[in-house]
């Protein structure tokens, strides 16, 4: 059988296993983190990496060819890391998409030396908190509001607080 994006299948001559996987089963797939990750709390999948070594890379996923919003993390030389959302699929607004050669070269112009693809279409949005202690969505998510997400990358950067004991000369 041909499988489709975002499906997979399980086949075997086990006939245990078999019994297991009737229509409407919910399967979990569970891999052990190991090696250099072992250690780590919290590891966040990603798509194609876009940029190897400051370069374009050729790879895809079959999703490459087509705009898309698109959400892309890198990082510089420097270790800065950069974040982007790219709206899409909102054409009365002129928001199209990216492919991934445009979010590739994208992130090579602000000096990335590799970047990843992330969950994009209607799961990208950035939020950032507000001088009021709220938080504003800053893009327009493809679906017209926020989806209930499971995964996420967040950046906390605590509020400053400035006393001032003494001024003088």
């Known amino acids: ?4 994006i975002g499906q997979f299948a399980i086949v075997t001559e086990n006939e245990e296993l078999n019994s297991y996987l009737e229509a409407g089963v919910k399967v979990r797939i569970q891999q052990d983190v190991v090696g250099d990750y072992a250690d780590c709390d919290n590891i966040s999948g990603c798509g194609v990496q876009l940029v190897v070594d400051g370069g374009y890379n050729t790879a895809t996923d079959g999703m490459s060819d087509y705009r898309h919003p698109r959400t892309v993390i890198g990082r510089k030389a420097d270790g ?16 199209y998409g990216m492919t991934y050669e445009e979010l590739s070269a994208m992130m090579m112009y602000y000096g990335c030396e590799e970047a990843y ?5 209607g799961s990208t949005t950035m939020i950032i908190r507000n001088g009021n202690g709220g938080f504003d969505v800053m893009n327009s998510p493809s ?27």
Request: net charge negative.
């Open 80 to 95: 800065t890391i950069v974040l982007a959302t790219v709206d899409g699929r909102q054409e009365a607004k002129d928001m």
């Open 117 to 121: 693809n992330l969950d994009g279409g």
């Open 143 to 169: 679906d017209g509001g926020q989806r209930n997400d499971a995964n996420a990358i967040l950046v906390v950067v605590p509020e400053m607080k400035l006393y001032v004991n003494e001024v003088t000369d």
């Open 1 to 4: 059988t041909a499988l489709e």
